[in-house]
């Protein structure tokens, strides 16, 4: 069974940096593309970033040029680094792992991350 960890969230102000954290156990993970979404109350949940196990990365535009995403396909984790954090990047943060042979779509818990004075 497929679980997902995150670690990382938290209090930042405008402008900072947060770096999370995706532990993945129970899985073939070579076939899995990994990534972080994010989603705020009474709103979808949106994608922030994903990457393939060859390490090709995809960001949302909101997001290009701030935040980072990576894997270490030896440890079965993905990170998100966020810089020049601002207000509206507030949400609950989720990794996700989905496995393109199967298509299935696994969620970890989430992470509250808060960018505020």
């Known amino acids: 069974q497929v679980q997902l960890v995150e670690s990382g969230g938290g209090l930042v102000q405008p402008g900072g940096s947060l770096r999370l954290s995706c532990v993945a156990s129970g899985g073939r993970f070579s076939l899995h593309v990994m990534g972080w979404y994010r989603q705020v109350p009474g709103k979808e949940r949106e994608l922030v970033a994903t990457i393939t196990s060859g390490g090709t990365a995809n960001y949302a535009d909101s997001v290009l040029g701030r935040f980072t995403i990576s894997r270490d396909n030896a440890k079965n984790t993905v990170a998100l680094q966020m810089n020049s954090l601002k207000p509206e990047d507030t949400a609950v943060y989720f990794c996700?792992?989905?496995?393109?042979?199967?298509?299935?779509?696994?969620w970890g818990q989430g992470t509250q991350v808060t960018v505020s004075t």
């Open positions: 996700s792992s989905h496995n393109v042979v199967t298509m299935n779509l696994y």
